[in-house]
Structures are given as C-alpha cells and as structure tokens.
C-alpha cells in the first residue's frame, strides 16, 4: 500500500474511536476514566518539574463503600480473594476548564471545586450516594446516584434541569449501612450521540433497567432511545463504542447490549471485575476487563465469545501507541507468621502488535492501585505515593507522597489529580498557572 495511503487510513481510523469513544484533544478530563471508553489516555501535557502539590480536599470521612471487600484469603482454593466490586474506593474526578467535579458516598452530592484553589464552589444534594463522578457535555454535568435517579444539572451552578427515574417503585431496602432505593444507579453515565447511557440495578434477581435517554430533556421516548428490562446486576462504569454497550458485574463477567436498540448481545466469557476499558485494533474495537487476571476481547467476536489474549494477575491496564502498560500483582500468604500477606507488583510493556510480546517490566517499590498515560507518560498510584514513569522502561521520574492509597488518577490542563481511600483529593501543579 502507498506510504500516504496508509497515513491516510490510520488517521481516519483514529478519527473514527475518537467519535464512538468520546476521547478528544482537549485539555479537559470530561468524564470518567477520561472518555466512554475508559481509556485512562490523556493529550494533556505535563511537565514534572511543574508538578508540585498545590492543595488538598478533605472529605469527613473516607468512602462508604456499597460493597466490602469480603475475605483476604480463600481456604478452600489456597489463594487470594480478589475483591470484584471496588469501583468506588475512591472520589474520582472530572475536570472541565477551571472546575473540578465529583460524586461523594458521603454527603450524598456532587461537588464542584475551584481547580486553582480547591475551595469549593457549589454542590448538589441527592437522596443517596454518588458513586461515580458525573460526566461533562456541553456545559452539563450527568451523573446517578443510589436514590434511583439520573440528574442532569447545570456545570456552572449545579443547577437541577431534570431529573430521571427509570422504576416506578419506591421501596427501599439497607444496603451496607445505606438506605437506598432497590435499583441505584451504579454504572455511571456515557454520553454519546446527544444521548445518556446507564443502569440501574442491584441484585441479578429483580429486573434491570437499561436506559438510553435524551441528554436535553431526560426522555426515555424517540428514536434510539428506551428503557429495557433484565436479568443482570451491573457493577462497574458504563463503557460505549459506536455499536455496543458493555455493563461490567463485578461478579460475573460483562454483559453486551446493542447501543442503539438496547437488545442484548451476549455475555462475555472470562474473568468477572469492574475494571474494563476500550481499545482499538484497526478499524475494530475490543474489550480488555478482569478483576485477578484481564481477558481481551473483539466486539465482533462478542456472539461467538473468542478468547483472543489473557494477562495472568493482571490488575490494571492502560493502552496507547499500540502498547499495553500492564499492572501484574502476585500474592501469597504466611500463615506461621499469623497470616502475613505478601505482594508483589510489576509493571510492564507489552507489544500489541506483536502478540503481546514482553517490551519490559520491572518491579514496584508498594502495591499499585492505579494507571493512567498523560503528556507521554505512566502515571501510578501506590501506598502513600503518587509517581511518573518512562514509557521506555518503566523507570521512576517522579515521586510525591499522599496520605492513603492512591485508586483515583486524571490530568487535565497541565495538572494532576490523585484521589485517595482516606477521601482525599490532591491537586499536582504549578503555583503559577
């Protein structure tokens, strides 16, 4: 193929995930995970000597989990027990211009602060916990809360333009020391197309809703857009590409839906999690997700269920330029020292282009919790530490201390955001910009 014809396709085919993913050149950190496909990639620059930490929220209380983690050992398979539904160990962030936007399991809201000043600048109450940051669009801020509601309010003032409960029914049940409705919204919103994407469901044995609703006016009525009822229990950020809709369980593996539809496609077969992202492949798009070990997966392979490629004990996972920069956790136990636990974590590069092959891979001073690329960079978080990482070998080029342990990273406008299990939101900066 000419040189300039190939230049020419990788460029439209570039252009076309931008479009079905929400990723896109600005500075911003719109949603969470950065775009609909949870692709944890940013464009932003950031210079590390720029990077010193500027102010610090603090919430009353750390996160009120809507799950705990169970048991650290499994006797009856001899290994670690993995928890699959840790999506919420964290306030994770939303940036948009000069605000800083997140879903608090504490007091209920969503917060906006000041980027430059962390002081806070309004908030929006609800009748549950925020799980997930909202999502930003066009000058609106989209998120769901364990009340049963979808919001959609004003992102200058937090201003309520409409509200969306997908059941009809009120009951309430308690839930990990929370009163909430049966059917919370946990996935989070992706909006795409003019349209809002999410769930609400609790327990796999009382219907779910799947609702697709109109990002203006919060009506589930007109073309492409429904509310549906099924069968499964979704745990985890809502992902969407151009075709699919993939809803994480956390127990069990995702489920696919058709996005425009809502129809099911499937279930896909493999690890169980709420950690999933969306990658690209040429003109193909492909699932990575997993909770002790990921499994990828093609869209197009979804009905038949192919297993295409598996990263064993990987926890975390963040793809860019046609590499994978893997988070791999060993874990065993001593149990004549009184059940000491012991990990071991690495980070590593593999090479998508050339079936995964090992670029490198070194070890981890702490347990990592995190990853995200920005300015062309690997960012982690760890115990008590936030750093930066060459791309070209996994080396350490910056460091910074943080009280707990870091689950929740974005960059936007030449910052870095570091959220914490203690309930703390660090801002990395320079005092001058």
Not at 204 to 233: F, H, M
Not at 273 to 288: M, Y
Not at 290 to 310: E, P
Not at 338 to 347: E, M, P, Q, S, V
Request: aromatic share 12%; charged share 20%; net charge positive.
């Amino acid at each position: 193929m000419d040189l300039m014809l190939k230049i020419r396709r990788h460029f439209l085919i570039g252009l076309l995930f931008i479009g079905i993913t929400g990723l896109s050149f600005a500075d911003d950190w719109p949603t969470y995970m950065h775009d609909n496909a949870r692709s944890g990639v940013s464009l932003d620059k950031l210079v590390l000597n720029d990077l010193d930490c500027q102010w610090t929220w603090q919430s009353p209380a750390p996160p009120m989990r809507a799950w705990s983690d169970g048991p650290q050992w499994d006797a009856y398979s001899s290994s670690g027990a993995v928890p699959m539904r840790d999506f919420d160990t964290a306030f994770f962030v939303t940036v948009a211009g000069d605000n800083l936007y997140f879903g608090s399991s504490v007091t209920n809201s969503v917060h906006c602060l000041d980027v430059r000043t962390g002081r806070e600048k309004w908030f929006y109450h609800t009748d549950g916990p925020v799980r997930f940051p909202p999502s930003y669009a066009e000058g609106k801020l989209y998120f769901g809360s364990d009340d049963g509601h979808v919001y959609c309010i004003t992102a200058s003032q937090g201003k309520l333009l409409w509200k969306y409960n997908p059941s009809e029914n009120q009951r309430v049940i308690l839930n990990n020391g929370n009163l909430i409705t049966q059917w919370p919204i946990r996935t989070g919103t992706a909006v795409l197309d003019g349209t809002v994407y999410f769930a609400a469901s609790l327990v796999p044995w009382e219907s779910t809703y799947l609702c697709a609703v109109d990002a203006k006016t919060g009506s589930d009525q007109g073309k492409n857009r429904y509310k549906v009822a099924g069968g499964i229990a979704p745990n985890g950020a809502i992902l969407a590409s151009q075709k699919y809709l993939y809803l994480p369980q956390g127990r069990y593996s995702p489920h696919v839906f058709h996005r425009q539809t809502g129809k099911s496609a499937g279930a896909l077969k493999g690890s169980a999690g709420s950690f999933a992202l969306l990658t690209q492949n040429g003109d193909s798009t492909g699932i990575v997700f997993g909770s002790a070990k990921f499994s990828a997966w093609g869209s197009q392979l979804t009905s038949s269920g192919d297993k295409i490629a598996s990263y064993p004990n990987g926890k975390y996972l963040v793809v860019a330029d046609n590499t994978s920069y893997l988070i791999a956790e060993t874990f065993s136990v001593e149990t004549t020292k009184g059940y000491k636990y012991n990990y071991r974590t690495k980070l590593s590069a593999l090479d998508r282009a050339n079936g995964g092959a090992v670029k490198w891979e070194t070890d981890c001073d702490t347990r990592r919790f995190g990853i995200i690329h920005a300015g062309g960079m690997l960012f982690t978080g760890g115990v008590g530490k936030v750093q930066a990482h060459s791309t070209a070998d996994g080396s350490v080029l910056w460091s910074k201390p943080v009280d707990g342990r870091v689950r929740g990273l974005a960059a936007a406008n030449g910052k870095l955001f570091a959220s914490t299990d203690t309930g703390r939101i660090y801002m990395f900066g320079s005092s001058n910009k």
